[in-house]
């Protein structure tokens, strides 16, 4: 045997390093994370209902497997994305039926692999409201941790909790939340360190939600946020990132360049911060948090949706104006996190604030698009299609 040389051991030692990330890769383990959620979900090809649904979604790690395969290069996820949801909350109230009808009318609509939502609240009975008693300026929602399986049945995979009522009953209301969702099989994001992993046939999905609060992955520190788009990039194939972030009101449709307050409270730069993470490797942002849709961009042919305004609130959102306005992103990436195709499918809050197909939310998009980011704009199409820039 002839001796090694210096570059032999080099090579020897970056094939070590990387079966073993491999290894930690199948094993459901994001090195360098502190809480990492890994979970496969079988995709299938029509509506996600609970009884329909192929594979399971858990939070437990499994044993050490040999690494997946490589996605085929022709392999395509879709994905479907919604803005904020509240299915009620006392003492406003809650739906009738106990939920199972709040979302018939929109199920077509949530179609995809992935699908994914802000969950803006609880599924929670108990811990300490943040706001203090009669006070008429302070909302905190619980919704009732049973309504969790309408979620799933509606055809929702993943939920993201980084957001600004995620905390409104304290530890002890996420945690409730956080069994909830474990509990119906759907998977969450958002919380410090948290990373879903949706497994799509031979794709890994990787979904990281990102608000300017203490209980959720920092949005305003994006240093620390391109370093975990970047270690979520060495371990899936595909990285969509959901922000919570931008002022409130109707009249917030327009964004601008720079950090945005709201009552004095900072909601980050959702700008810079967008375009941070796709340098990093994100290959889908998508925003929630202003309660009313957002333009559109695209950055190395990555697509940013600033916000997708409120898809679901009942009797807690205001329905004035744009606040009514919504709509559901699908988009199809290919295995290598490219856009493929997109488009939007306009809906709108009726009634008591629940979700229904129609509104102007394609037209919306399409001039704030024009006017918000001039040539980078996704250019949207009088039937939602959604294609990049000339």
């Known amino acids: 045997m002839s001796p090694t040389t210096p ?8 094939r070590r390093r990387t079966y073993r990330r491999r290894r930690l890769a199948a094993a459901g383990v994001l090195a360098g994370v502190g809480l990492a959620v890994w979970a496969a979900v079988a995709a299938t090809s029509g509506g996600r209902d609970a009884s329909a649904a192929a594979g399971t979604a858990t939070t437990t790690v499994p044993s050490p497997a040999p690494a997946p395969a490589p996605a085929s290069p022709a392999a395509r996820v879709r994905v479907a994305v919604v803005g904020d949801i509240v299915m009620g909350s006392p003492p406003y109230g809650l739906p009738p039926d106990g939920g199972a009808s709040f979302f018939r009318p929109v199920r077509g609509m949530l179609d995809g692999d992935v699908v994914l939502g802000n969950l803006e609240g609880t599924f929670a009975t108990t811990g300490g409201s943040k706001c203090a008693p009669g006070s008429t300026s302070c909302f905190a929602f619980r919704t009732p941790p049973s309504y969790a399986r309408w979620l799933k049945r509606a055809g929702f995979t993943v939920m ?28 969450h994001m958002g919380r410090p360190g948290e990373v879903a992993k949706q497994q ?32 979520a990039t060495r371990q899936a194939d595909i990285v969509i990132v959901m922000i919570h972030a931008g002022a409130e009101g109707s009249d917030k449709i327009h964004l601008r360049p720079g950090p945005e307050t709201f009552l004095g409270e900072p909601r980050g730069d959702s700008m810079a911060f967008a375009r941070a993470v796709v340098d990093a490797g994100a290959d889908l942002v998508v925003g929630s948090g202003p309660h009313v849709m957002r333009g559109m961009q695209f950055r190395h042919g990555r697509l940013i949706a600033y916000s997708m305004g409120n898809f679901a609130g009942y009797k807690v959102f205001s329905l004035r104006g744009n606040s009514s306005t919504s709509g559901v992103l699908q988009v199809t990436l290919g295995a290598d996190g490219r856009f493929v195709s997109g488009r939007i499918v306009p809906t709108q809050l009726v009634g008591a604030g629940t979700p229904a197909p129609g509104g102007a939310g394609m037209s919306l998009v399409a001039s704030l698009s024009r006017e918000d980011f001039g040539a980078t704009g996704a250019r949207v199409a009088a039937d939602g299609t959604i294609r990049p820039p000339a």
């Open 200 to 231: 799509v046939g031979g794709v890994r999905v990787a979904l990281l939600g990102f608000a300017p609060y203490r209980w959720a992955n920092s949005l305003t520190d994006i240093p620390a946020a391109r370093r975990l788009v970047a270690q």
């Open 7 to 14: 570059d032999d051991r080099r090579r020897q030692s970056e």
């Open 160 to 187: 993201n909790l980084a957001n600004n009522h995620a905390f409104d009953f304290g530890s002890a209301g996420e945690a409730e939340t956080v069994r909830a969702l474990d509990g119906a099989g759907l998977l």
